[in-house]
């Protein structure tokens, strides 16, 4: 389905225009609504030839036939008739009606010149019947056809907005891909975030939140009418557009396009002034140049929507895969390990659902820093690269005690405290870039020298991997992990703060902070 029909509506405002566009408008949305598969279309035919060889058997039939047997086939033709009206309602009534009135017709004609009337008379009766009866048939399978899409469309709808919902995005996407693949062709996705959603719910209530996300589909599918997309309600404020057909480019003009067009159209649909800081936050990736499967394009989607609020929210953000980037860095020699690294990283975030997206928020974050104490690019670089893969020697680490939800054991706390060493000696071949190992290293040390694995303190600490050690606290407060609850921004910029000359490095509390409240 690419809109949310609703077929009754469709059908009563049809009805009630007399007008022959109309009615040509009507029957073509019967057939689209009951001839929608090879096997339906089939069977349609099947039945509608077998009611009109009966009608000509009839004909051919010698007027001395027995009675019986014309009474016979009449009533064979009777089933048949009311099979169609049962399995194509209004469809198979058109049929229907073309069949009866074709025998009226010739029984008037056949009988009239024979001077067989009260045969007639009879034969007229019968056809009569099945044709009141083949019309209660039909009725009766139009509304159960209508209740059949109404809770059809229940279970795949979200209540509150009549937007799809997370099951049905779920659905659609797998056999989308699979489309795809037949077609050779591509799918866009894209994610989005109504900004500072969370506040309005909190300030002005439920019922104050409830009308912007109403407002938003509705925003959305007057933007979308015309383009073969899916809008779903993926879970809260957040929501989930399937483009069919959408290359980068061309998925990138139309997420901005839908920015800049919720910007001009709110005031149609919202009222009353706060509604005019409404904003939306867009991240969007593409099947299969992009992501190579399902899980893949959702997983990059939903980084680029977490790194286009982090840009300072109201933006749209294509998928980088900021792996890939350390190729340009490295000699040949060692280009094989990039696809090495790759997999380990996919490899922890199947053992640590925290760690998905993780690593290249705290890459976001870091590089933000670094750019904002104006160090030079291949400092940013190595300090990008570092972020990236600081948490690669998590693949040494059992599943069970990454996931645990109770403290870990004094064993459990030591074990997982291995693994930035885990981390640098998988990254030691990358010798090339300077510091890297260095940075992925002491990444959890403290300024006051309490932290691990060496107990560095202070400027002992290399700076990138302060900086590192901040932008991984900030994320690992704002996450939700099996452990802990996350924290809300500002509530982990105060812990930063809070922590600054202990934990952290001051002076790189103080930029980061800064950062973030400025963006938000």
């Known amino acids: ?61 010698s007027p001395d036939t027995e009675h019986n047997l014309r009474g016979f086939i009449t009533n064979i033709q009777s089933s048949i008739l009311f099979i169609l009206a049962f399995r194509f309602g209004y469809l198979g009534l058109i049929i229907a009606g073309f069949v ?66 997370q099951r049905f995005f779920y659905s659609i996407l ?102 005019d800081k409404l904003t939306l936050s867009i991240g969007f990736s593409e099947y299969p140049n992009k992501a190579k499967g399902k899980s893949e394009l959702i997983y990059q989607t939903d980084v680029a929507l977490y790194n286009a609020k982090n840009l300072g929210k109201d933006k749209v953000h294509l998928y980088k895969d900021a792996i890939l980037q350390i190729r340009k860095h490295i000699s040949s020699d060692h280009q094989q390990l990039i696809g090495i690294f790759k997999g380990l990283v996919s490899t922890i975030s199947a053992k640590d659902k925290y760690t998905s997206g993780h690593c290249e928020r705290v890459s976001s974050y870091a590089v933000k820093i670094a750019n904002a104490m104006e160090l030079d690019f291949k400092e940013v670089c190595i300090i990008q690269y570092a972020a990236l893969l600081h948490d690669i020697g998590k693949v040494e680490i059992p599943r069970f005690i990454l996931n645990k939800r109770e403290p870990l054991t004094k064993e459990e706390l030591d074990l997982l405290r291995q693994h930035p060493v885990y981390s640098q000696n998988i990254l030691e071949p990358l010798e090339e870039l300077d510091m890297l190992t260095d940075y992925v290293r002491h990444h959890h040390e403290r300024y006051d020298g309490k932290g691990y694995p060496d107990g560095l303190a202070g400027e002992e600490i290399s700076l990138g991997a302060r900086i590192i050690c901040v932008a991984d606290s900030y994320d690992a407060m704002v996450s939700e992990r099996p452990y802990s609850r996350k924290m809300d921004e500002e509530q982990a910029l105060k812990e930063l703060e809070k922590k600054a000359g202990t934990h952290f490095d001051p002076e790189i509390v103080k930029v980061f902070v800064n950062i973030m409240r400025k963006q938000s």
């Open 174 to 275: 797998d056999e989308e891909i699979e489309m795809a693949d037949k077609e050779k062709s591509s799918l866009g996705l894209m994610m989005i975030d109504i900004d500072n959603f969370k506040m309005y719910n909190e300030i002005y209530g439920h019922s104050f939140g409830d009308e912007i996300l109403r407002g938003t589909v509705a925003i959305l599918e007057s933007l979308l009418k015309d383009k073969k997309a899916y809008i779903c309600r993926y879970g809260g404020d957040e929501f989930a557009i399937i483009m069919r057909g959408d290359s980068l480019e061309s998925l990138e003009k139309e997420a901005k396009r839908i920015q800049e067009e919720f910007e001009e159209k709110k005031v149609l649909y919202y009222h009353g002034i706060l509604y």
């Open 1 to 61: 389905m690419d809109n949310i029909v609703r077929d009754s509506d469709k059908k009563l405002n049809l009805l009630s225009n007399g007008k022959e566009n109309s009615l040509k408008g009507y029957f073509m949305h019967l057939i689209e609504q009951y001839l929608n598969t090879a096997f339906r279309k089939t069977e349609f035919l099947l039945f509608t030839l077998i009611s009109f060889s009966f009608s000509i058997i009839q004909i051919m039939l």
């Open 100 to 165: 009866i009135t074709f025998d009226v017709v010739l029984m008037l004609v056949i009988y009239y010149n024979l001077e067989m009337m009260p045969w007639g008379i009879l034969g007229l009766s019968l056809k009569i019947s099945t044709g009141v009866i083949t019309v209660f048939v039909a009725i009766l399978s139009y509304k159960q056809d209508i209740q059949k899409k109404k809770l059809e469309t229940l279970a795949i709808t979200d209540e509150l907005t009549g937007a799809y919902n």
